[in-house]
């Protein structure tokens, strides 16, 4: 073999050779033919590879006494004596760029391939720790109200079934949908939601199903809607009781059909969905006034979550303003306060109607208010309050109220037998519901 063609053959051979072992065995086939029977390559690490058996095997690295240096990097042992165009001065000069070449070229791909394994690691660690950190549930459930509420959510979120959330204004009905679709397994999927109440009438159907061009004025191109864009993932219906009729009897079909059909088309596009709906509405009384579909509710109450509100979950209050004050007090950028505890206490004492949502505005006027340094509770809650605590339910009261709300929801509002909520509380039945039309507490919101 000439030196010109051997020193091509080497090139090839060593071009794609991105490891010692590879770049070795590539050199020890390559130069078999000239009767080479061992190739050392000596290195930081030695490594030599032998012909044994008709194969080439991995052998010890230790320098054979007897190899031949073809380079400074490259020794090789032979059979016989090697011909005299590969041990010549001008061929092992050529050799060794080649060999000094293909060995720089390696490194780089080392180097290259070790910090692509650095940063697929640390990557792997980052979101380890971004999916640690998302494991922390956003809903705050320190009273057994709110556990019970939290425990249903965790219970259903890994099925499709489709839930339904009740609870006053502004008690976190939505927040708890968002645990929901953390916790299932469409997360890595948007969750996209719609107010029912807050969108016009005549444009709830498009904005749920989509339209086609053209299919009214002002359509002037294909619009996808939710339903299409939520595909495979959660759709979340805020103050479902807001809906239309029509967009009811829609809605009712794309549940049983899990189809949908654009506004102004005629084809049926296949929807992957899961739905959550949530009202402060009394779905029940709707339905029987004729403002909302039975059926609907039947579709939409497969699974029933009811968040208590903020006056049924005092023992949320305290943490509810610390992690609130935080969050605000970083969107207001100043640093957070020191929440004190006659603070603490006026907040608690309150019954709060506009449940999370008004204790979230409370606090940051608070914050403006004690410019960064301590909570400054404004006058207006200071005035609701006090009226409040002349003119509301007596404290007695209060807890009567919370000990029957309690009861019921553990007894699914079942009232009378051994296991019933007058039982538990103590009462006769008759009492029990004396007790209940006077703190109007409705036994169907139980159920």
């Given at each position: 073999m000439s030196q010109l063609r051997l020193l091509t053959a080497v090139l090839d051979a060593v071009a794609d050779s991105h490891t010692p072992r590879a770049f070795i065995r590539a050199l020890?086939?390559?130069?078999?033919?000239?009767?080479?029977?061992?190739?050392?390559?000596?290195?930081?690490?030695?490594?030599?590879?032998?012909?044994?058996?008709?194969?080439?095997?991995?052998?010890d690295g230790r320098a054979d006494r007897k190899a031949v240096l073809l380079s400074r990097q490259v020794a090789v042992t032979s059979a016989r004596r090697l011909p005299k165009d590969v041990t010549s001065d001008e061929f092992r000069a050529a050799f060794e760029k080649v060999i000094e070449t293909a060995l720089l070229h390696m490194e780089v791909v080392q180097r290259v391939a070790d910090l692509s394994r650095r940063a697929h690691l640390e990557s792997r660690e980052l979101r380890a720790d971004l999916h640690r950190s998302q494991t922390q549930t956003d809903v705050v459930a320190r009273s057994s109200a709110m556990r019970d509420a939290l425990s249903r959510a965790q219970l259903v979120a890994v099925h499709p079934t489709t839930v339904l959330i009740t609870g006053e204004s502004g008690s976190g009905k939505e927040v708890m949908a968002r645990e929901i679709h953390r916790l299932s397994s469409r997360d890595q999927r948007p969750m996209l939601q719609l107010n029912c109440g807050a969108i016009p009438e005549n444009l709830v159907e498009s904005e749920l199903f989509g339209h086609e061009r053209g299919a009214f004025t002002g359509a002037d191109r294909l619009h996808k809607g939710l339903f299409e864009r939520?595909?495979?993932?959660?759709?979340?219906?805020?103050?479902?009781?807001?809906?239309p009729l029509a967009a009811q009897v829609k809605l009712l079909r794309v549940l049983q059909e899990r189809k949908i059909t654009r506004v102004g088309g005629v084809e049926q596009i296949d929807v992957d969905v899961r739905l959550i709906a949530a009202t402060n509405r009394p779905l029940a009384t709707m339905v029987s006034d004729g403002c909302f579909r039975e059926d609907l509710l039947y579709r939409l109450d497969v699974f029933a979550i009811r968040v208590p509100s903020l006056r049924e979950r005092r023992g949320d209050i305290a943490p509810l303003v610390s992690e609130l004050v935080a969050t605000l007090s970083g969107r207001l950028r100043i640093v957070p306060p020191q929440v004190t505890r006659s603070v603490l206490s006026r907040l608690e004492a309150y019954d709060w109607p506009g449940n999370v949502r008004e204790l979230a505005n409370t606090l940051e006027t608070a914050l403006i208010l004690g410019r960064g340094e301590s909570l400054e509770l404004p006058t207006e809650f200071v005035d609701r309050a006090t009226h409040k605590s002349r003119t509301g339910l007596p404290r007695f009261d209060s807890a009567v109220r919370a000990a029957i709300e309690q009861s019921l929801r553990e007894t699914r509002g079942k009232i009378y037998g051994a296991d019933g909520s007058a039982a538990r509380l103590g009462l006769k039945p008759a009492t029990l519901q004396s007790k209940m039309k006077k703190l109007g507490i409705r036994r169907g919101d139980f159920c």
């Open positions: 020890a086939v390559v130069l078999e033919p000239v009767g080479v029977r061992r190739v050392e390559l000596r290195v930081l690490t030695p490594i030599a590879i032998e012909r044994l058996a008709n194969e080439w095997r991995v052998a939520a595909d495979r993932g959660t759709l979340f219906l805020d103050e479902v009781g807001e809906l």
